[in-house]
């Protein structure tokens, strides 16, 4: 539910509805996650850093799972053109929490074949292919109209 008010962009309503469940329930680190997510997708600078630093106090000894806040806060910086800010704040956090992104892996079938694939890994015997395509891809997606969000 507030991941659909986050699309609204009704983010009072998020927050009350987290506020709400808060008061019979432990809170709810995704629950938050969400809403940060959603002021990231906005923009929305104050509500970002505000719901972040509450993650923080509730969450203190969840290190590992603060890391997505600390990525999500630094890409909404980014996302603003804060880009030193976004790099300081990242470096920081990271290092007061004392631990590291963990690499995001995906897998696709492809003609009934499980593919994997770690970020930034090129050690696929077809990468030159994949990213050659991607890049073609990325290329016509631009042409028509699409508009890459860097952050």
Known sequence: ??????R????????????????????????NTSLLSGA??????NLSEMIYRRMKFLFP?????????????SNMYASVGEHELAKSFRYNQMKELRTKVKVGFTWTEVKGQ??????HDR???KSS??????????????ANGYKCDAS
């Open 114 to 119: 499980l593919a994997e694939f770690a970020v």
């Open 8 to 31: 609204l962009f009704r983010f009072d309503e998020a927050q009350n509805l987290i506020y709400e469940y808060e008061k019979s329930n432990k809170p709810s680190f995704f629950m």
């Open 123 to 125: 050690s696929h015997p």
């Open 40 to 45: 990231r997708n906005n923009r929305n600078r």
């Open 61 to 73: 000894d969840e290190k590992q799972d603060l890391v997505s806040g600390v990525v999500l806060l």
């Open 129 to 142: 292919q994949i990213f050659a395509e991607l890049d073609r891809l990325t290329s016509e997606l631009i």
């Open 1 to 6: 539910m507030v991941d659909c008010l986050n």
